[in-house]
């Protein structure tokens, strides 16, 4: 018996978990989605039943559905803007600490940079209403 077979054991056991755990996760997710979709068209279905004058009260509720959504995508995008600048300085400030002689701390930049963009479009650039 080779001096290595315990740690192939566990890593072939660690494997087949996190691959049965990730096919089990993807299928709940699947099964919530299916049954979202599914109350969604069954309110919706409700709602067309409904006439008010001469709106289409499902229209509306369509619409109100993507402002709401467009809003929680650019809230989303704001919120990674603010994580990459926080991750960005962090980095910045433990590579200099790392590294006093050398300008290191500068890769920090780099995700500072891409939260500073991402800032910059959900503020400026993101469809508004």
């Not at 809230?75 to 960005?88: F, S, T, Y």
């Not at 980095?91 to 910059?120: D, Q, S, T």
């Amino acid at each position: 018996m080779p001096a290595n077979f315990p740690m192939f054991f566990f890593l072939s056991f660690g494997a087949i978990s996190f691959f049965s755990f990730l096919a089990v996760a993807t299928w709940v997710g699947t099964r919530q989605k299916e049954r979202e979709a599914f109350y969604e068209s069954e309110t919706l279905k409700k709602i067309a039943d409904i006439q008010r004058g001469g709106t289409n009260p499902a229209v509306e509720y369509l619409l109100e559905k993507e402002k709401i959504d467009r809003a929680k995508r650019t809230e989303g995008i704001k919120l990674g803007g603010l994580i990459n600048i926080g991750v960005g300085v962090a980095l910045m400030i433990f590579l200099a600490e790392l590294a006093h002689r050398n300008p290191v701390y500068l890769v920090g930049l780099i995700p500072f940079f891409i939260g500073l963009a991402l800032l910059a479009y959900s503020f400026f650039f993101a469809p508004k209403n």
